[in-house]
Every structure is written in C-alpha cells, then in structure tokens.
C-alpha cells in the first residue's frame, strides 16, 4: 500500500527558507504529478505546485518566484522549497499524489516565528 | 486563474436529509473537477474525481455531477461521520485551485 510521509523542520525563521521531503514509501514515484498543497490554520486549501518523475514543475503563480519543487527518484522522495517565508507561510503543508489528489500524507505543521 | 466558488459556506441539515453543495467555476472546466472531504485534524480525502466518478471506498450516498461551469455533490441521505468540509478542486488549467469549502453541521 503506497503511502506518503513529510517531513521537516515545525518552525522556521523570517526570511528563511522552509524546507520539506515528501517520501513515497510501498510503491514508485514513477508516474503521475506529485504536489504540495498548504492551508493555514484555520483556513482553506492552497495549492503549491507539482511535480511528475521526470522533473516537469508546475507551480502556483502566487508563490512561483519563491518555490522550487524537486524529485530524487533514488530516493523516492519529491521536495519543497519556500525562501523568505514570512508570517503568512505558516501552515499544515501536505503532499500528494496526482491531479486527483487520491494519496495524502499526513500534513506537517509549520510556524514561521522568530 | 479559474476561481472556484462554492456554496453556501457552512450548511446544518438533519441525519437522514438529503444535501446538496454546488462548486461554480469562473471558467469552462469540463469535467475535471475532484471532491474532497476534510475532517478537522485530518487530511482531505478524495470523494469524487472527474466531476462524477466515485472513488474505491467511499459511500455510494455521496455523488457528484456537472460540467463546464456549475457542479454539484450530493449526499442523498446525511449520516453523523459525513460532518466536515467539503472541497472542489479544479484541475482543467493550472494552477490547480480549490474551492473555499463549505462545512456540514448535524442539526
């Protein structure tokens, strides 16, 4: 049964840069869109961007020029990067399989606090 | 963007009812529209993808319909464990966006 583990740092500093792994774990991250999605506390659903297996991104134009999605397929992981996080970054961020979200990890919550 | 919009917001409705939540999409969507069901604490669940198509294991009394621009989940008789929010997912363009949820309470 294929299922999906984050992890990272719950607190991250102004300015920073929130870093998160999305391991895969009982089948391959071969196939399908692999994506980030957030929801700050309290809040809704945002969508973050995607990734599929061979390194093809998409990303949400609100926050393109500050994310960088990736994919080690040794690892069967796929990351997020955020830099110069501020307050309003503080979320639960899941990942997830495919258009259909069928597969959700999760969720890690992260604070943005000095 | 294609913005989502759903309605109503928040909905009480009896054990037994029928209930109907409707997603509205600014722009022609086809079909591919997901559903998701989001209990507090808990990651979304998939209900429903590509406007109609039931995901393996979750009840037949939740159904979902349309295209283009108006789309609908229906639960045709409401039980204790539906309470939650449901949200509608665009995925016809990018970026993929959400709907902003509507909550179900038990009156």
């Known amino acids: 049964q294929v299922q999906l583990q984050g992890s990272g740092p719950g607190l991250v500093k102004p300015s920073e840069t929130l870093s998160l792994t999305c391991t895969v774990s009982?089948?391959?991250?071969?196939?399908?869109?692999w994506g980030w999605i957030r929801q700050p506390p309290g809040k809704g659903l945002e969508w973050i961007g995607c990734?599929?297996?061979?390194?093809?991104?998409h990303y949400n134009p609100s926050l393109k020029s500050r994310v960088t999605i990736s994919v080690d397929t040794s690892k069967n992981e796929f990351s997020l990067n955020l830099s110069s996080v501020t307050a309003a970054d503080t979320a639960v961020y899941y990942c997830?399989?495919?258009?259909?979200?069928?597969?959700w990890g999760p969720g890690t919550m992260v604070t943005v606090s000095s | 963007d294609i913005q989502m919009t759903q309605s109503p917001s928040s909905l009480s409705a009896s054990v037994g009812d029928r209930v109907t939540l409707t997603c509205q999409a600014s722009q022609d969507s086809r079909k591919y529209i997901n559903w998701y069901q989001q209990k507090p604490g808990k990651a979304p669940k998939l209900l429903i993808y590509d406007a109609s198509n039931l995901e393996i294991g979750v009840p037949s009394r939740f159904s979902g319909s349309g295209s283009g621009t108006d789309f609908t989940l229906t639960i045709t008789s409401l039980q204790p464990e539906d309470i939650a929010t449901y949200y509608c997912?665009?995925?016809?363009?990018?970026?993929?966006?959400f709907g902003q949820g509507t909550k179900v309470e038990i009156k």
């Open positions: 990734i599929n297996y061979s390194g093809n991104t």
């Open positions: 997912q665009q995925y016809h363009n990018f970026p993929w966006t």
């Open positions: 009982g089948g391959s991250i071969g196939s399908y869109y």
């Open positions: 997830a399989r495919r258009s259909a979200f069928d597969l």
